[in-house]
């Protein structure tokens, strides 16, 4: 007796495609990523995904997107109810970008390997700027009130993000045990404004 095909259709499959990537993601890394398997898991027929990423690089590109996006929706949506001082509102951006890394750990290794990847479309490239450019939003913010040091932003940046990206990492990866992270985070914050604080200020 023939084998009845799979269905086609499935709703919104593209948003379901996403979904579970995550998840495969989540559960078992990135190398386990296929289209033909993640159709398989979702009941559809193996060409289905097609019709939404023509390759496994497709599906890649807009898992980092919507990590991306996401990302930053978590670290606009801190500067609510953080005051007017620079410093607070800094401080309440580093902690929710360290708790998307901590919460999305897998996912954000993506985002930082396929955002480099020579085939990235220009949409996932945009998207990755997006969350620097609100801590340099901030820090300019922060020159005007005079809450950071003057001088060129780029230079006053660098170590922020090396800092930022830098404890991220180690407590997304289990190289800081997370009772020394949520400590650690506290003394993160604390050098990464001392070193925006103009000087004789911390």
Known sequence: MPTRPRPYHHGD???ALLARAEETLRERGSAALSLRELA???????????????ERQALLDALALVGYERMTEAMLASQEGAGESCRKKLEAVVRAYVGFSLDNAALLDLMCSVKHDAHASA???E?????SELIEALMRE??????VREGPLEWIGVPVFATLHGFADL???GMIAPEVAERGLDEVIAFILRG??????D
Do not use: I, Y
């Not at 998207?127 to 969350?131: C, G, I, L, N, Y």
């Open 123 to 125: 949409a996932l490239l």
């Open 171 to 173: 407590a997304a990866t």
């Open 40 to 54: 398989r898991d979702l009941g559809v027929s193996h060409n289905a995904p097609n019709r939404h990423f023509k």
């Open 13 to 15: 499959l593209r948003a």
């Open 196 to 201: 925006c604080a103009p000087d004789g200020r």
């Open 142 to 147: 922060g020159q005007r009130q005079g809450e």
């Open 127 to 131: 998207a990755s700027k997006r969350w």
